[in-house]
């Protein structure tokens, strides 16, 4: 351990030689960019509050059941409050990689024309009140369950079945 020291006192003097130096990150070796993406993944909230269960989190939980789905809005109401109530800080929402992020979870972001009236996905015979302008687009995280200390929430039956 005595040389990881002077092995980065080494790094720094070559960095500081070069003629343009873009990034450290470009001229480190690739292990140190291996350990900056773990310690980058381990310290997100949106990861963390991914992999708490029940137990750390008592408040809101997230659990992967196939064949469920939450809204997005549903996820980023919990996400959000976890993030500030566990961690004292307002999250905010990158539609870039927080979606790479569910899915190196398991969970798929999607988007659907729900039906209005009943909240199934909308196709014709859906309900009585069926009609193409009467539908709107949702986003959803398929596989997805969110547990409260209340009870689960962020889905119902009669839609969860039909998507």
């Not at 070796?29 to 993944?41: F, S, T, V």
């Not at 137990?55 to 409050?81: D, M, Q």
């Amino acid at each position: 351990m005595a040389e990881v020291p002077a092995i980065f006192l080494q790094m720094i003097a070559e960095y500081q030689k070069m003629d343009k130096p873009d990034s450290f990150w470009k001229t480190c070796p690739p292990e140190l960019l291996h350990i900056k993406e773990d310690n980058a993944e381990l310290q997100n909230k949106l990861v963390m509050f991914l992999n708490e269960g029940q137990f750390s989190n008592p408040r809101k939980w997230v659990e992967r059941v196939e064949g469920k789905h939450v809204l997005l809005e549903e996820f980023k109401s919990a996400y959000f409050s976890y993030a500030k109530f566990k961690h004292g800080i307002n999250a905010k929402w990158d539609s870039k990689l927080e979606p790479v992020i569910l899915s190196n979870h398991g969970f798929e972001q999607v988007t659907y024309n729900l039906c209005k009236s009943c909240g199934k996905k909308a196709a014709k015979g859906c309900c009585r009140n069926y009609h193409p302008t009467n539908r709107q687009k949702k986003q959803v995280i398929n596989s997805m369950v969110i547990h409260s200390s209340d009870g689960p929430y962020g889905f119902r039956a009669d839609y969860d079945d039909d998507l």
